[in-house]
Nanobody, 134 residues
Framework: QVQLVESGGGLVQPGGSLKLSCVAS???????????MSWYRQAPGREREVVAQ????????NYADSVKGRFTISRDEGKNTVYLEMNSLKPEDTAVYYC????????????????????????WGQGTQVIVSS
């Protein structure tokens, strides 16, 4: 089982910035393997989409094309916390933002696949609302 608590959302004007936080608690059976930490978002009338991911080691990152150069994902070593720094926010960034765990595929020191496949039981937190509007 995974417990996820997102925070840091709010209302900002276009061009503004926000920093989101996610605290993840992972059951022992899931702790036996490594997981990507991912940020997702879901806007009204749209499917949930992944926006940023970071690997369990080496902090290799992956971003959706729509947020490259504007968003930065990071994680604290020794802490169950992942962050999403969002800059130059646009109205189309308006959504509920969620974090989660996803499977990672390695070949030695090379990440070969960022997946959007979570644990067998996929649990979602409440998310945090981000509204970008003038």
């Amino acid at each position: 089982q995974v417990q996820l608590v997102e925070s840091g959302g709010g209302l900002v004007q276009p061009g503004g910035s926000l920093k989101l936080s996610c605290v993840a608690s992972v059951a022992s059976e899931l702790s036996s393997r490594n997981w990507i930490m991912s940020w997702y978002r879901q806007a009204p009338g749209r499917e949930r989409e992944v926006v940023a991911q970071i690997t369990s080691v080496l902090d290799i990152t992956n971003y959706a094309d729509s947020v490259k150069g504007r968003f930065t994902i990071s994680r604290d070593e020794g802490k169950n916390t992942v962050y999403l720094e969002m800059n130059s926010l646009k109205p189309e960034d308006t959504a509920v933002y969620y974090c989660n765990l996803d499977r990672e595929v390695w070949d030695g020191d090379t990440i070969v696949e960022f997946t959007t496949r979570g644990p067998d039981f996929r649990h979602w937190g409440q998310g945090t609302q981000v509204i970008v509007s003038s």
